[in-house]
């Protein structure tokens, strides 16, 4: 039985450096025993599954007989508890990337990362061909201060190669003690020779939510899912409508870059926007377990026009959101084609043994599509600069291993409401456009181009009358 929907659905690992964005839905499960799990396997057999029965238990001889030849013959001692770990390890990761198996600790440091406050880099990572590339660096993070990129690959820390290194194991050199130093070898897409990176680690506390005021358009910027995220917004919206003299004509929704988080709280952020209706929907292997989530909630804008912008790195929740927004129509989409992550893991946790992230369902946009593997495609498409990186960067269709997409009703036709100055906004920056900067807000192309698209929406809406 479900116990709580905790779905995440970004950032895995925490410790400042995450496997992710792969916590695709996290459904928070009370576990049993895996021994109680195969007696009831066993009790199904004997009921009508002699032959498939025979085949697990000569299977589990088998994984007996090498368990036993492993530890008696292996070059150096090991411990079972290390044989058993790598091998569940090596049983959840290699159906899909999302699924994983988790130590006490690693299950620990991510119940720390969803309350926002976590030691180590702050990098989104995940496995790709055995390598180790780079999602996206948080915001504020000594990862985003050292200027670490989307689509980075690791090569090494301190000194030493990861070539054949696991993900966990990756992740697990990258944290440390706060304050203590650390050195990434660095190959980036564009650039032709390898590069290190020196960062500090530190105690990471997520700024999930920052906002700005342009006139009386409002700017919040959503970093992450966790459990504060809908109460920052509102409180970053209330402050903007002061600000701005008691109320804002528009709002730019920034999820670039945003890996996921609590589904829970992806809900609720569509509830401060979306009145009524279907947010999103899962669909399980079983029919039982399949859920559908709805709007309940009042619009905190009282209808003003609302720009979202995506990218590659925006995954999970934050597709969520984006996707349920623009399958209500309630906002236009800019930017770049978002990650394609569109999968739902249940944590089981196992006490005194870590816990389990398992693939169990996946999840659908209010029209039925399912984004997995083909994102959340933007109504007016806009890079970030005039270099298309997209092919270099992490997606979820070019993972090992990616579960299909299936049951969806495909991409969402093109919107024939746009307004009109959607047509003259160029898809890329001119050849002078300056280097972006992260301080200097008229250096993001992006969200100028967005700024553009908001300022005619709410022309058309104040021509057109209340």
């Not at 003299?245 to 870059?257: C, I, P």
């Not at 926007?273 to 989530?293: A, C, K, L, N, Y």
């Not at 623009?326 to 800019?334: C, E, F, I, K």
């Amino acid at each position: 039985m479900k116990l709580r929907t905790g779905l995440l659905l970004g950032a895995a690992f925490a410790a400042g450096v995450a496997a992710g964005p792969d916590i695709g839905g996290l459904v928070w499960h009370r576990g049993g025993s895996l021994t109680a799990a195969l007696m009831a396997s066993a009790r199904a057999d004997e009921a009508g599954q002699a032959n498939a029965h025979a085949e697990t238990y000569r299977l589990l001889t088998l994984f007996g007989d090498v368990f036993e030849r492993v530890r008696a013959d292996y070059v150096e001692p090991v411990t079972d508890r290390t044989l058993i770990d790598n091998a569940l390890d090596g049983m959840l990761s290699g159906l899909d990337p999302h699924s994983a198996y988790m130590t006490e600790k690693q299950y620990a440091d991510m119940q720390v990362q969803t309350r926002g406050e976590f030691g180590g880099l702050g990098l989104e990572v995940t496995g790709e061909s055995g390598l180790i590339k780079v999602i996206t660096p948080m915001d504020g993070t000594p990862a985003a201060h050292a200027g670490m990129k989307p689509g980075d690959l690791i090569l090494s820390v301190n000194q030493k190669s990861t070539d054949g290194m696991s993900l966990n194991d990756a992740v697990d050199k990258m944290r440390g003690p706060p304050g203590s130093t650390i050195t990434l070898g660095i190959k980036r897409p564009g650039v032709a020779k390898p590069f290190d990176v020196s960062l500090k680690r530190e105690i990471i506390h997520l700024e999930t939510i920052k906002s700005a005021l342009y006139g009386k358009v409002g700017y919040i910027r959503i970093a992450q899912f966790d459990e504060e995220t809908d109460s920052g917004l509102r409180a970053a919206y209330a402050k903007l409508s002061k600000q701005a003299g008691g109320s804002l004509s528009g709002l730019v929704l920034d999820l670039r870059n945003d890996p996921g988080g609590l589904l829970e709280q992806a809900v609720d952020v569509c509830d401060d926007f979306i009145t009524s209706g279907e947010v999103v929907s899962t669909r399980s292997r079983h029919p039982q377990d399949s859920e559908r989530m709805n709007a309940h909630g009042a619009d905190i804008t009282d209808g003003a026009p609302i720009l979202v912008l995506i990218n590659q790195g925006t995954a999970s929740a934050s597709e969520i959101v984006s996707g349920a927004l623009q399958d209500h129509q309630r906002s236009v989409t800019l930017g770049q084609r978002s990650f394609g992550k569109g999968s739902v893991q249940t944590l089981i946790p196992f006490p005194g043994h870590g816990a389990i992230r398992l693939t169990t369902a996946r999840y659908y946009t209010p029209s039925g599509r399912s984004i997995q593997g083909l994102g959340i495609t933007p109504d007016i498409k806009v890079q970030e600069s005039r270099d298309d990186l997209a092919r270099f960067l992490p997606r979820e269709s070019n993972l090992d291993h990616t579960i299909t997409n299936q049951g969806g009703t495909g991409v969402a036709p093109p919107r024939a409401d746009l307004p009109a100055i959607a047509k003259t906004i160029p898809e890329k920056p001119p050849a002078n456009w300056p280097a972006f900067d992260p301080t200097k807000p008229s250096t993001d192309f992006q969200l100028q181009q967005g700024l553009k698209v908001i300022h005619a929406m709410i022309a058309e809406r104040q021509h057109a009358g209340p």
